[in-house]
């Protein structure tokens, strides 16, 4: 079982930047598929970073959805068994709820190399809002 809580949205301009913190207790030396979602108003959740971790190191691929590439980057630490979303710069279409999900993941080809089809079913955080302003 493990358990989520999100923190670091807040309000900031387009051109700024914003770090999300999603620190996690329980089983974390498992293997997860882990990532960040967001969620704009009356759609639904979308993920915006995936990575595949066994034993808190991360593998294979990280998956960016294409509105954030070269803006977002996902990251763990391992030490302070906390997930990571750096959003510089951060743009009005950024604006929204934030999640962090994880999924226990086998340790498969897939899993390590698409960890976006593996994530959002099992384990989400609270959410933490973000707000961006032009």
């Known amino acids: 079982q493990m358990q989520l809580v999100e923190s670091g949205g807040g309000s900031v301009q387009a051109g700024g930047s914003l770090k999300l913190s999603c620190v996690m207790t329980g089983a974390t030396d498992s293997k997860y598929c882990m990532g960040w979602f967001r969620q704009f108003p009356g759609k639904n959740r979308e993920v915006v970073a995936a990575?595949?971790?066994?034993?808190?190191?991360?593998?294979?691929?990280?998956y960016y959805a294409e509105s954030v590439k070269g803006r977002f980057t996902i990251s763990r630490d391992n030490v302070q068994n906390t997930l990571y979303l750096q959003m510089d710069p951060v743009e009005p279409e950024d604006t929204g709820m934030y999640y962090c999900?994880?999924?226990?993941?086998?340790?498969?080809?897939?899993?390590?190399?698409?960890?976006?089809?593996?994530?959002?079913?099992?384990?989400w955080g609270q959410g933490t809002q973000v707000i961006v302003s032009s």
């Open positions: 999900a994880a999924d226990p993941c086998l340790s498969t080809i897939t899993a390590q190399t698409r960890p976006q089809e593996y994530v959002g079913s099992n384990y």
């Open positions: 990575i595949y971790t066994s034993g808190g190191v991360t593998y294979g691929a990280t």
